[in-house]
Nanobody, 123 residues
């Protein structure tokens, strides 16, 4: 079992930045691929970014590429999502996830999920 707890969400103006964190406890964090997903009201959960177990491979949704950066610190059992140049359409609940599935961009590849943190970007 892996327990995930997100933090760092909040209200920010368009063009601003936020850094989300996700602290993991339980089984060895380094053995999992990790990712961030988000869900806005009335929409399905969508992939944002993922990073492989070793940290050597990162993947981003086209909508956030060049603005968001995913990273992990296996020694601290923590993952991050640095979000820059935020837009109102980035408003959503952001979830971190950990898993061993082969397709990093789909929710089904992740076994463990955090409770989510709200990000609101005002125009």
């Amino acid at each position: 079992q892996v327990q995930l707890v997100e933090s760092g969400g909040g209200l920010v103006q368009a063009g601003g930045s936020l850094r989300l964190s996700c602290a993991a406890s339980g089984r060895t964090f380094s053995g999992y691929n990790i990712a961030w997903f988000r869900q806005a009201p009335g929409t399905e959960r969508e992939f944002v970014a993922a990073i492989s177990r070793s940290g050597g491979g990162t993947y981003y949704a086209d909508s956030v590429k060049g603005r968001f950066t995913i990273s992990r610190d296996n020694a601290k059992n923590t993952m991050y999502l640095q979000m820059n140049s935020l837009k109102p359409e980035d408003t959503a609940v952001y979830y971190c996830a950990a898993g061993t599935g082969g397709f990093l961009g789909i929710a089904g590849s992740y076994n463990y999920w955090g409770q989510g943190t709200q990000v609101t970007v005002s125009s």
